[in-house]
């Protein structure tokens, strides 16, 4: 099993920045993706970002001019630098792994709790 714990999560102005960082713990085979999803009130759970394994990264339209996201695999976290911060980046953000267990075979995705990134005047 894999459990993620999140944090970095808060209140932010307008054209500000903030740092998520989600680690992994437990036991598995191996992790491929490593990643953030967020879901707005009313809206659907999108792609933020995400790092594959090999290193290939994915985000999402709206945030790749305007987030960083960095995965650590000796320490397995992976982190997400949201800069010029709108308030339409409001929402619960989650983080997100996909891996393979000791126990069982094929794919396992699991999703932390979530953190909440508020961008309010």
């Known amino acids: 099993q894999v459990q993620l714990v999140e944090s970095g999560g808060g209140l932010v102005q307008p054209g500000g920045s903030l740092r998520l960082s989600c680690a992994a713990s437990?036991?598995?085979?191996?992790?491929?993706?490593m990643g953030w999803y967020r879901q707005a009130p009313g809206k659907e759970r999108e792609l933020v970002a995400l790092?594959?394994?090999?290193?290939?990264?994915k985000y999402g339209d709206s945030m790749k001019d305007r987030f960083i996201i960095s995965r650590d695999n000796a320490k397995n976290t992976v982190d997400l630098q949201m800069n010029s911060l709108k308030p339409d980046d409001t929402a619960l953000y989650y983080c997100?792994?996909?891996?393979?267990?000791?126990?069982?075979?094929?794919?396992?995705?699991?999703w932390g709790q979530g953190t909440l990134v508020t961008v309010s005047s």
């Open positions: 997100y792994v996909k891996y393979t267990s000791i126990y069982r075979s094929g794919w396992i995705e699991v």
């Open positions: 790092v594959q394994s090999g290193s290939f990264t």
């Open positions: 437990g036991r598995w085979r191996s992790i491929y993706d």
